[in-house]
């Protein structure tokens, strides 16, 4: 590792999950976001129009959607799917990674309706510094896992993961390059050159 580097970068989230680090930011109040709803609507209505029904009374609590609604409901895309289903069946996957793979907290298996008003223009999507928004994510996760009464850490795990096996190779179990892709060797060649600039 390079001198003093020992945090994980914007450039790490770039490489490693390949999100965007340069765009709008991703902002908004996460206990009272309702009131920042474009129109005044109320969310479940907006919830309605983008997936089309609303969840049953016993899958949904407060401002969340159980998992396994959105598991059953959005399951298989039908094969005669219009472009309008294949937006709601987009909407359901994006929301479910926003809320269980890069910003997952410790309601496990609940999904947060906050991510409404990013998923609801899909033609916007990419114009957000979703990695950024993960990396502070990240460092939030990591700062309340510091108190002792906290036992659990949530947050992009895979990103940090990711960074302790590409940054520290003593810690990467033995053997593992023996599941890469058999190829020509130039994946194994960005590898070692990228292992070499990392020892820099």
């Known amino acids: 590792m390079p001198f003093g580097e020992c945090t994980v970068t914007l450039q790490d989230v770039a490489f490693q999950l390949g999100l965007l680090v340069d765009g709008n930011a991703v902002s908004g109040c996460l206990a009272e976001f309702e009131n920042f709803i474009e129109g005044g609507r109320p969310a479940w209505e907006w919830f309605q129009e983008l997936f089309g029904e609303l969840p049953l009374p016993n899958k949904v609590k407060n401002i969340t959607v159980h998992f396994t609604w959105f598991h059953e409901r959005f399951w298989v895309l039908p094969a005669d799917a219009t472009e309008d289903t294949v937006r709601i069946y987009a909407r359901a996957y994006i929301t479910m990674l926003l809320s269980t793979q890069l910003f997952g907290d410790k309601s496990a298996n609940w999904v947060h309706i906050r991510w409404l008003p990013f998923v609801a223009n899909l033609d916007d999507m990419g114009s957000y510094s979703w990695g950024s928004t993960a990396l502070v994510w990240l460092y939030r996760c990591i ?30 179990p033995y053997g593992w390059a023996a599941y890469l892709l058999p190829n020509d060797g130039k994946e194994q060649r960005v590898i070692n050159y990228r292992l070499a600039l990392d020892r820099c």
């Open 143 to 172: 700062c309340r896992v510091v108190n002792r009464n906290v036992t659990n850490l949530v947050g992009p795990l895979q990103l940090l993961q990711s960074w302790i096996f590409w940054r520290f190779p003593s810690l990467r």
